[in-house]
């Protein structure tokens, strides 16, 4: 199917491909926004971790430490 349009000036023409450029960079607009959204998301949950993010989550057996009584044998 062809569409045929007829332009009537040069006038009418900018006008329609400054439109379109308007529309274009709304869509660039948009898109840098929702990336930058991301990006913001991302720092929130990377500035939550660090050094001792997980102090008082492990604990260790007070026994850990000691030897195994399978390797008695090698030890001397």
Same mark, same amino acid.
């Given at each position: 199917? =062809?569409? !045929?349009? #007829?332009?009537?000036? #040069?006038? =009418?023409?900018?006008?329609?491909?400054?439109? +379109? /450029?308007?529309?274009?960079?709304?869509? %660039?607009?948009?898109? =840098?926004? +929702? %990336? /930058? &959204? #991301?990006?913001?998301?991302?720092?929130? &949950? !990377? =500035? !939550?971790? *660090?050094? *001792?993010?997980? /102090? *008082?989550?492990? &604990?260790?057996?007070?026994?850990?430490? +000691?030897?195994? +009584?399978?390797? /008695?044998?090698?030890?001397?």
């Amino acid at each position: 199917m =062809t569409v !045929t349009v #007829e332009i009537p000036n #040069e006038d =009418t023409l900018q006008l329609l491909l400054q439109l +379109e /450029k308007m529309q274009m960079l709304k869509l %660039l607009v948009d898109d =840098t926004q +929702e %990336l /930058k &959204h #991301e990006i913001i998301q991302q720092q929130v &949950h !990377t =500035t !939550t971790r *660090g050094f *001792g993010c997980l /102090k *008082g989550m492990i &604990h260790l057996s007070p026994d850990w430490d +000691e030897p195994l +009584e399978d390797m /008695k044998e090698y030890m001397y």
